[in-house]
């Protein structure tokens, strides 16, 4: 499905962030994650459901020897706001103890999951924690801690698309779309 605007749900969303655009960030992404964990067999932990798209390409533009797993998290209802309050809805099952750990997010908003996921890594007493993030909610995202490779900053609007979702619904667009709404 592409086309330059959808009506969906009642919002007009029209493209933001085109497949080729997105491939192209996730290649620089892979290339410089590859450069700075060679050797470090790092450990991908990705945010489920969102960031499930991003990690599988992500991972295959990773040059080396390295681990996946998965956490899930919610704190959004149904709608485009968050509720405020984190939930771990599963957690990772690898030990992560001594371990390189990269988080990988579909999108920072407000930082609040970040931060969630920052202790909960942190607990592990892995050797390392880094963040990428696909999209980065720039003025509105609140972290004390840095999120190390960003795909694309973008502003404080609503998106969906390429694991993205509006209700649960519209991840499986390949490109990212926005609503002005
Ligand atoms: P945060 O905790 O406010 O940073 O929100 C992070 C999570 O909310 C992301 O992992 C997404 O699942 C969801 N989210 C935030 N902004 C958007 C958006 O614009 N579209 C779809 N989901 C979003
Ligand atoms: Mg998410």
């Known amino acids: 499905m592409k086309s330059p605007a959808l009506e969906l749900d009642g919002h007009r969303f ?7 655009d997105i491939d192209k960030a996730v ?3 892979g290339q410089e994650i590859s450069r700075d964990y060679r050797g470090r067999n790092p450990i991908f932990v990705a945010v489920l459901n969102g960031a499930v798209p991003f990690v599988a390409d ?3 533009e990773f040059d080396g020897e390295c681990e996946v797993d998965y956490i899930k998290i ?3 209802g149904n709608k485009m706001e968050s ?3 984190i939930k771990l809805h599963k957690d990772i099952s690898a030990s992560l103890t001594g371990r390189h750990v990269i988080v990988v997010e579909d999108i920072i908003d407000s930082g609040l999951s970040a931060t969630f996921l920052k202790h ?3 607990e ?13 909610k720039k003025e509105k995202a609140r972290v004390d801690f840095p999120i190390d490779y960003v795909g694309f900053e973008i ?4 998106v969906i698309g390429y694991g993205l979702d509006y209700g649960q619904k519209y991840r499986n667009l390949k490109d990212i779309y926005v609503t002005k709404d």
């Open 58 to 60: 992500l991972l295959r």
């Open 124 to 136: 592990a007493r892995p050797a390392s924690v880094r963040f990428v993030a696909l999209l980065l």
């Open 120 to 122: 909960r890594m942190d």
């Open 27 to 29: 290649r620089r992404l």
């Open 14 to 20: 029209t493209i933001l962030i085109g497949r080729e």
């Open 155 to 158: 502003g404080n609007e609503f």
């Open 74 to 76: 919610g704190s959004y």
């Open 83 to 85: 509720s405020g309050t």
